[in-house]
């Protein structure tokens, strides 16, 4: 899942619901699943060997990635699908080696910041630099700064300077660009400090070539820790280059083409690890779906969708809905809805579905305004909850923010959900009572790491959630309906996807294995 990229959109902590009356936070032993969990396993285990066998990661633009594609579409052809590879260019960032920002410490001597204090921005440039830093337009005070937004700040900045910069108002490429060329040697931008921006700033400057200078992300106590001046060293090894990469997409061969169902997960990884979680998860669960409906009658076209570079900015699936948007409009206007499946097995996991109502979080201020749930996701939100109710099983909800996927489908007006398990965000005690778990620990500790391997998954609630997607597939595959009430296909083919039974029994399978937060 990409991170939030400017400004200051965050994703809020996901809430908890009741348990369907007189049933706990597990499904009885012996329900049935839609796909073997052992098949999802399997995807699962190639993933990881990819990367293994690729540096260790499967991000899009590099082999691993190819290595990733390339299985999905000889799986899918050996289903019977006719698989298509779409390829697009994308603009490829990896940071090579660790950046460090070594500050004056206690009695002067250097001190190099954690990884908790400091990270280098996406499209940042290489370098080493030594050389004083120098304030621009910024206070300590807690505030979305308009530091750095305009050439005017940097009046009477020496050249040479490492600028130092707060977030807020403008771009990080602004800000990184009006400091190259005012003769900055590095660029720091520290957090705005309000309440939930604390933390070192993880962001982006939005594309390669903004400077080719080392832009680095503080947090807030870093950044103020420096506007008393002093020397500062800083050094960046990064590749920021323009790349090609695929989506992968098939369908079924039956169906209305006219009342589309699509179903998506991102098939990269970050450069940083195998993303076996974050989001071979996913991509697992919706290809064990795809075999498992291969041959079999749907009233409504089942198109399933393996997006590239989505950890570059969601690049796979605005290219795809740009292309059909500018070449095949009849096409686009012909996806009923879309569903997303995106870290969906989460080792301290909760059962998320995707806010569709906002009935849990109104909608959150995206750059182009209020990020809203077309007409329809309410639907799709209570078709998940729906079948966790039917299996005993608690769920939740997450905020319908566009952070992943399917930002581009509601952009067009497409309804739209999915399901979630955490990534970041932490936890709850209410959550932990429901889920199982640990409290006041992350969903995903090994989130955007290299430790998000095999051994990052939930097997138990990774299960539970492809039946979950299975069963909501199957669903709208057979009517729309549910969607206006009134329109979509009127057909109620049950679709068999295949008797497999799994001991679900109470909480997650390795809530015992959790190590702590890192």
């Known amino acids: ?141 807690p505030a979305a700064s308009t530091s750095g937004c305009e050439a005017e700040d940097f009046t009477g900045f020496t050249a040479g300077s490492v600028a130092l910069l707060q977030r807020g108002t403008c771009t990080f490429g602004v800000k990184a660009a009006n400091a190259a ?12 400090g309000l309440p939930g921006e604390e933390g070192v700033v993880a962001g982006t400057l939005g594309e390669p070539g903004v400077t080719t200078l080392p832009v680095v992300g503080l947090s807030h106590a870093a950044g103020t820790a420096l506007l008393g001046g002093g020397e500062v060293t800083v050094t960046a090894q990064t590749v920021s280059e323009t790349r090609q990469t695929y989506n992968v997409l ?64 969601l690049r796979g699936s605005r290219h795809y809905v740009a292309d ?55 639907a799709i939100e209570a078709a998940f909850h729906e079948h966790f109710g039917s299996v005993g099983l608690a769920s939740g909800e997450t905020e319908f923010s566009g952070r992943s996927d399917y930002g581009p489908f509601i952009a067009e007006g497409i309804p739209s959900g999915g399901l979630f398990t955490g990534a970041e965000g932490i936890k709850t005690a209410e959550q932990a009572a429901l889920f199982g778990g640990r409290a006041g620990v992350a969903y995903d500790f090994c989130y955007h790491a290299r430790c998000d391997d095999l051994a990052n998954v939930d097997v138990r609630g990774l299960a539970e959630m492809t039946d979950a997607a299975a069963a909501v597939v199957r669903r709208f595959a057979a009517s729309t309906q549910d969607l206006d009430g009134a329109g979509g296909q009127q057909g109620s083919r049950e679709l068999p996807l295949g008797p497999a039974t799994v001991d679900q029994g109470n909480g997650p399978g390795n809530a015992a294995e959790v190590p702590p937060a890192r």
């Open 250 to 313: 098939a369908e079924t061969s039956t169906g209305d083409p006219g009342n589309t169902v699509m179903v998506g997960a991102h098939l990269d990884s970050v450069p940083e690890g195998a993303g076996i979680n974050d989001n071979g998860s996913g991509s697992a669960g919706i290809l064990a779906i795809a075999e498992a409906l291969a041959g079999t009658e749907t009233a409504n076209t089942v198109r399933f969708a393996w997006w590239g570079a989505e950890e570059f900015g």
């Open 1 to 141: 899942m990409t991170a939030a990229l400017i400004g200051t959109l965050a994703l809020s902590a996901p809430s908890a619901v009741a348990a369907p009356p007189g049933e706990g936070a597990g499904a009885a032993a012996g329900t049935a699943t839609a796909v073997p969990p052992e098949q999802v396993l399997e995807h699962l285990e190639v993933f990881q060997a990819v990367a293994h066998a690729n540096n260790g990661n499967r991000a899009s633009g590099t082999p691993g990635y190819r290595g990733s594609a390339d299985y999905v579409v000889g799986r899918l052809r050996a289903a019977g699908y006719a698989p298509r590879v779409q390829a697009f260019p994308f603009p490829f960032f990896q940071e090579v080696v660790p950046t460090t920002v070594a500050v004056p410490g206690p009695g002067g001597a250097p001190r190099t910041l954690t990884a908790a204090e400091a990270a280098v921005m996406v499209y940042s440039g290489s370098g080493t630099v030594t050389a004083p830093v120098q304030a621009v337009d910024t206070t300590a005070a």
């Open 181 to 192: 060329a005012a003769g900055a040697s590095a660029v720091l931008i520290f957090n705005t």
């Open 324 to 378: 059909l948007k500018a070449n095949d409009a009849a096409a686009l206007e012909n996806v009923a809805l879309y569903l997303n499946f995106d870290m969906i097995g989460s080792p301290n996991h909760g059962r998320f579905v995707y806010d569709g109502d906002h009935s849990a979080f109104p909608p959150v201020q995206g750059p182009d305004g209020p990020v809203t749930a077309p007409e329809g996701s309410a």
